[in-house]
């Protein structure tokens, strides 16, 4: 690495001259010390990472990350396409990224397929994660840390421009990800927009995954087959999807269930979650409607005997929403998110809610009988403060 320094010093003789004599690593401009990262492989940048924040900023900052992002065009001749594979064999470039673009009016030959299957193979070495961004052909070797962040992983970046691809050559990627890269851990499939029931039977090969987020998957009908088992998965979650999605999974060691349902049918949402998934202590539950009544949703809770926290988002909250909801509940952390409350202090709220110990109302509305409903404010919680003492109350959850 001092080699490097002296190399990228002579090259910029007006370092000496600023700096004097003593140079210091730390004292180099942004634009150097990238070059010098440079030099590194892909594993030395990841541990150059968790040197200090200053380091961590340049090698994660949009600047420099895009550096590791290959894009390759899959529209080419046979010959083209024959190449390119030899090409990226005999390369030691390892990338964190690779963009593949295909006309979707070009039918999927072995050889495109081949360049996915290559692509796949390279990334899942480098990472045990994989985040496949359907609507720009994207894959990248690391999940993006504010996908995994808690309640963040609802957020998916759409990109712009949008390549709309045909369904044959989508799933024929998720088969090439579930053929090469059986170790994953985590894995985010972003814009699938995919409506055939057996398109995620392959995942069945992914024993080890703990992480899955799928996003834009319509089902309408109930799988044919027996659920995808994965024994090892903690962390789920539906995003955009029917509510038949929650019958293709048997996932018995689940700490975290997390769905952004389309549909408008709250018991019928709970009646299929709870046909597959009890054993969770977090619930994270998205609705697009605020018609629904959440005093429907807190009625099933009996069914979640370990659960601890409930995220609930997108509905309507009465004064007596609890009253379907049994005192011997386990419920620690409470979470609104978007939705439009009657009253702020609910009734029965310190019986039903024993042990609560966090109540946050993130991004909520309050009624008032003058105007209507308005953002609530810090003044509008104070009564709460003062009904639960022992629990935190906050207007934003991160």
Not at 25 to 37: S, V
Not at 267 to 290: E, K, V
Not at 294 to 307: K, M, Q, S, T, Y
């Amino acid at each position: 690495m001092l080699q490097t320094v002296r190399r990228s010093s002579a090259s910029y003789p007006g370092l000496a001259t600023v700096y004097g004599s003593d140079l210091h690593f730390d004292d180099l401009p942004f634009e150097l010390m990238c070059e010098i990262f440079d030099y590194l492989s892909l594993r030395d940048i990841k541990n150059a990472a968790t040197v200090c924040r200053r380091w961590n900023a340049i090698i994660f900052s949009e600047v420099y990350i895009h550096r590791f992002q290959l894009q390759l065009n899959l529209d080419q001749s046979l010959p083209q396409l024959k190449q390119m594979v030899q090409l990226l064999e005999a390369s030691d470039r390892e990338y964190y990224s690779v963009v593949l673009r295909a006309n979707l009016g070009t039918p999927l030959t072995e050889s495109r397929l081949c360049v996915v299957k290559l692509m796949i193979r390279l990334l899942a070495h480098c990472a045990e994660s994989l985040y496949f961004n359907m609507a720009d052909f994207r894959i990248e070797s690391c999940v993006s840390e504010r996908l995994l962040r808690g309640r963040k992983l609802q957020i998916i970046d759409t990109r712009a421009k949008y390549i709309p691809l045909g369904m044959g050559l989508k799933e024929s990627m998720l088969r090439a990800i579930c053929e090469y890269a059986v170790d994953l851990v985590d894995l985010v499939i972003a814009e699938m927009n995919i409506v055939n029931p057996r398109a995620l039977e392959p995942l069945c090969s992914l024993r080890r995954l703990k992480l899955l987020l799928i996003s834009d998957y319509y089902p309408y009908v109930k799988p044919p087959a027996p659920p995808i088992d994965l024994p090892n998965l903690e962390n789920l979650s539906l995003i955009k999807v029917t509510d038949e999605s929650c019958h293709y999974f048997r996932v018995d060691n689940l700490k975290r269930f997390f769905i952004h349902s389309t549909g408008t049918d709250a018991p019928r949402t709970m009646d299929f979650i709870t046909q597959n998934i009890t054993g969770i202590s977090r619930l994270c539950l998205h609705f697009t409607a605020r018609s629904i009544q959440a005093e429907v949703i807190f009625g099933w809770l009996d069914r979640f005997p370990h659960l601890l926290a409930l995220e609930l988002a997108g509905v309507a909250l009465p004064m007596d929403v609890l009253r379907n909801l049994s005192p011997t509940n386990r419920l620690q952390k409470l979470i609104f998110v978007s939705c439009h409350l009657e009253a702020i202090l609910l009734d029965e709220f310190t019986v039903k809610l024993s042990r609560l110990r966090m109540l946050c109302f993130d991004g909520c509305s309050l009624f008032h009988k003058q105007s209507g409903f308005h953002p609530i404010h810090y003044d509008d919680i104070e009564q709460l403060r003062q009904a639960l003492p022992r629990c935190q109350i906050m207007l934003d959850y991160e």
